[in-house]
């Protein structure tokens, strides 16, 4: 059974930086390319960032670009998110997710496999 599984999250102060990981199980997701999304409290699950199969092109969010880095390894089927100088307002849930619909796929509804998420907390 295919299966993307996070860490690497935890409470940090603003400033700070962490590195998120997403392993997967199950199958190769080496054709697919990955995303990362977010849940805040309250909110929609917006996208974050995304990555194609082969780690040459990516895409963020205005919120976060110049702030985080997306990149893969795909011997390992895994997938980094470093985060850095991490704001309060990236508090929340981050889902790593796959698609195979390339890197371009913006929306969660284009994605096919999730992981079960990571809560990131950065305080003031």
């Known amino acids: 059974q295919a299966q993307l599984v996070e860490s690497g999250g935890g409470l940090v102060q603003a400033g700070g930086s962490l590195r998120l990981s997403c392993a997967a199980s199950?199958?190769?997701?080496?054709?697919?390319?990955m995303g990362w999304f977010r849940q805040a409290p309250g909110k929609e699950r917006e996208f974050v960032a995304a990555?194609?199969?082969?780690?040459?092109?990516?895409g963020y969010a205005n919120a976060v670009k110049g702030r985080f880095t997306l990149s893969r390894d795909n011997a390992k089927n895994t997938v980094y998110l470093q985060m850095n100088s991490l704001k309060p307002e990236d508090t929340a849930v981050y889902y790593c997710?796959?698609?195979?619909?390339?890197?371009?796929?913006?929306?969660?509804?284009?994605?096919?496999?999730w992981g079960q998420g990571t809560q990131v907390t950065v305080s003031s």
């Open positions: 199950g199958r190769s997701f080496s054709s697919y390319a």
């Open positions: 990555i194609s199969w082969s780690g040459g092109m990516t």
């Open positions: 997710a796959a698609s195979n619909q390339g890197w371009r796929a913006l929306s969660r509804y284009q994605y096919d496999y």
